[in-house]
Structures are given as structure tokens and as C-alpha cells.
């Protein structure tokens, strides 16, 4: 099993929509939390760090539930750029590398 | 720029070939982090740097992967008796230091392709 699991999609949704992607990790001594985007033949970058308490910004709402090892990200009125992969990622406590999902892959149309 | 550069951006390699890839990461992070992702897959962890050692190797697949960062800042990532399935990109990252609350930042990457 993978130490983080998100469903690859694609995700196909139009302009204004809602969408939101979950993921789940097996690692319960996983500590920090993040969401990065990565667009097509580019590198990741952080999106967003998932808080306990959740947390939003602007059209984005990340959640954590530590109990059930499970990151959600809501996309509210999505845009065409907001076309791209969206990898869910996790940090241990007690090391420093980051451990990566697959991504799930949104397409916004128009 | 102010960025993690890697070298060189695109590379196509002979089987059996040995190939090297650079990764400067930003100016005063001590944290360098390579990763490989293949197509369709997130990035692999393969070996992480706290300074000039290798606090973490534990992604390397295999012998034939090696990595260096002898004096704190540039790193290269050697690759010997290169194989069709290393083909990848190879991404470096780099970050202020370890400490949990820093944010990870990605160079472009290395397209390795091995004919």
C-alpha cells in the first residue's frame, strides 16, 4: 500500500464549479501536511500547508483529519488556471522528506 | 535568478551510459532534496541533504545511484550504467533547513531519457 493514496482522476469540471480532491495516508507519525500544484512539464509548488484546524485561502480549503489519516482541498468557483495536478503530501516527525501522492489531475473547461 | 537551478535540462543518454546531474540550490538553504517522478506518478524520494552529508539515502533504488554534496551547496547526482527505466525527471529541491515548518522549493528539473 502506498504510504499516501489519491485518486488520479481527471477531474473534468467547468468554469464555476466546486470540486474537491481527497487523499489518505497510512503513516499515523505523519506531521505536517501540504498540498502542491504542479502544471504540465513543470516542477511542484506548494499550494497551500494543511492545518488541523483547517484553513482556506481564497478559493481554497484545505482540511485534516488525523483521526481518519484523510486531506481534503475544496476548489470553490474554479477557473480555467486552475487547470493542473494537484499532489497531496506528507512529512514525518521524525524524518525530513517529503512523501508525495500520485496527484489528481483537474481539467477545467470553459 | 534566486531559484534552484538544475543542469542540464534535458539529457538523452546511451544504455549502459553515465550521466551526472547538477542541482544549485538557493542561496544559504542547507536542506537539498533529490526526487525522481516518472510519468503519471508523483516525485520518488530518492536522497535528502542536511549540509554537505546525506542525512537520509534511503530512496535510492540501487548501487548505481549516487549523490555528492561536498561542500554544503551544489549537488550532483550520478548515475551509473544508466538503464531505459531511469528515464525520468529528476527534480532537486532545496530548503532553509530541515525543520519541518519550511517550505520545500523545486528546481525544473532534469529530463533524463535513456535510449
Known amino acids: 500500500r502506498k504510504e499516501v493514496e489519491q485518486d488520479p482522476g481527471p477531474f473534468n469540471v467547468p468554469e464555476g464549479a466546486t470540486v474537491a480532491f481527497n487523499c489518505t495516508y497510512s503513516?499515523?507519525?505523519?506531521?505536517?501536511f501540504f498540498w502542491y500544484r504542479q502544471d504540465c512539464r513543470k516542477e511542484p509548488k506548494l499550494l497551500m500547508s494543511v492545518y488541523s484546524s483547517g484553513n482556506e485561502d481564497g478559493r481554497f480549503t484545505a482540511q485534516l483529519n488525523r483521526a481518519s489519516q484523510y486531506i481534503s482541498l475544496l476548489i470553490r468557483d474554479s477557473k480555467l488556471s486552475d487547470s493542473a495536478t494537484y499532489l497531496c503530501v506528507v512529512r514525518s516527525y521524525n524524518t525530513d522528506k517529503l512523501i508525495f501522492g500520485t496527484g489528481t489531475r483537474l481539467q477545467v473547461f470553459p | 535568478g534566486a531559484g534552484v537551478s538544475q543542469t542540464p535540462s534535458n539529457k538523452v543518454t546511451e544504455k549502459g551510459k553515465y550521466v551526472e546531474l547538477r542541482c544549485d540550490p538557493i542561496?544559504?538553504?542547507?536542506?537539498l532534496y533529490w526526487y525522481r517522478q516518472s510519468l503519471g506518478q508523483g516525485p520518488e524520494f530518492l536522497i535528502y541533504?542536511?549540509?554537505?552529508?546525506?542525512?537520509?539515502d534511503s530512496g535510492l533504488p540501487n548501487d548505481r545511484f549516487f549523490a555528492v554534496r561536498p561542500e554544503g551547496s551544489v549537488s550532483t547526482l550520478k548515475i551509473q550504467r544508466t538503464e531505459r527505466g531511469d528515464s525520468a525527471v529528476y527534480l532537486c529541491?532545496?530548503?532553509?533547513?530541515?525543520?519541518?515548518?519550511?517550505?520545500?522549493?523545486f528546481g525544473e528539473g532534469s529530463w533524463l531519457t535513456v535510449v
Open positions: 542561496s544559504g538553504h542547507t536542506a
Open positions: 503513516n499515523s507519525a505523519s506531521q505536517s
Open positions: 541533504f542536511q549540509g554537505t552529508g546525506a542525512a537520509d
Open positions: 529541491a532545496s530548503s532553509l533547513d530541515s525543520n519541518s515548518g519550511n517550505t520545500i522549493y
